[in-house]
């Protein structure tokens, strides 16, 4: 059964840089069906779609993200990873990780979820 | 882009059926049959309840049901159970290689 779990620091200083690994087991990161995804959830607040990555590396960012966002792969950790730099207060959120289908872009499983707190 | 529309709140009691819309545009619900739907307990990861629009995941219960018509797409749960009280989202990929969630539903069992 795929898990993902979500680790990192949680509490980043504002402007500098949020950095967060997801580590899949029990199957192996390097499929050609699925994209691994990041999403995150503001206190109190909805679902936003930060991006996705394939194996190889390639990927989709959400546009109003974009510059500010770099994804990344580690096959040999069976591994992906998210950096959110230059980070304020409205990045506060529980950022999840998931397996995205790449036909459909669903998403599952999904990672239990991290709060990141950004405060000085 | 901007999140899909969902009504903030949806109540029912057991055993009734409810519906949750999402609205979009031609260019992510309308366009492509993309729908996902996702149930979140509170402080709990959101779990898969319907993709592709009306598919279900192996596990879930046929009381979820998932349509669309032209930029709307709905959630259908029948036979409203007390476990089912949790919020919902729905999720649509927008073309360009994109992806919109709704704004969430707080479903409410009497």
């Known amino acids: 059964q795929l898990q993902l779990q979500e680790s990192g620091p949680g509490l980043v200083k504002p402007s500098e840089t949020l950095s967060l690994t997801c580590t899949v087991s029990?199957?192996?990161?390097?499929?050609?069906?699925?994209?691994w995804g990041w999403i995150r959830q503001p206190p109190g607040k909805g679902l936003e779609w930060i991006g996705n990555?394939?194996?190889?590396?390639?990927?989709y960012y959400n546009p109003s993200l974009k510059s500010r966002v770099t994804l990344s792969v580690d096959t040999s950790k069976n591994q992906f990873s998210l950096r959110l730099n230059s980070v304020t207060a409205a990045d506060t959120a529980v950022y999840y990780c998931?397996?995205?289908?790449?036909?459909?872009?669903?998403?599952?499983?999904w990672g239990q979820g991290t709060l990141v707190i950004v405060s000085s | 882009q901007s999140a899909l529309t969902q009504p903030a709140s949806v109540s029912g009691s057991p055993g009734q059926s409810i519906t949750i819309s999402c609205t979009g545009t031609?260019?992510?619900?309308?366009?492509?049959?993309?729908v996902s739907w996702y149930q979140q307990h509170p402080g709990k990861a959101p779990k898969l309840m319907i993709y592709?629009?009306?598919h279900r995941p192996s596990g879930i219960s046929n009381r979820f049901s998932g349509s669309k018509s032209g930029n709307t797409a709905s959630l259908t749960i029948s036979g409203l159970q007390p476990e089912d009280e949790a919020d919902y989202y729905c999720s649509s990929y927008t073309g360009l290689s994109t992806l919109v969630f709704g704004t969430g539903t707080m479903v409410t069992v009497l």
């Open positions: 031609s260019s992510d619900v309308g366009g492509y049959n993309y």
């Open positions: 990555i394939f194996y190889s590396g390639s990927g």
């Open positions: 592709d629009v009306s």
């Open positions: 029990g199957g192996s990161i390097r499929n050609n069906t699925f994209y």
């Open positions: 998931a397996r995205q289908f790449w036909a459909g872009w669903w998403f599952d499983p």
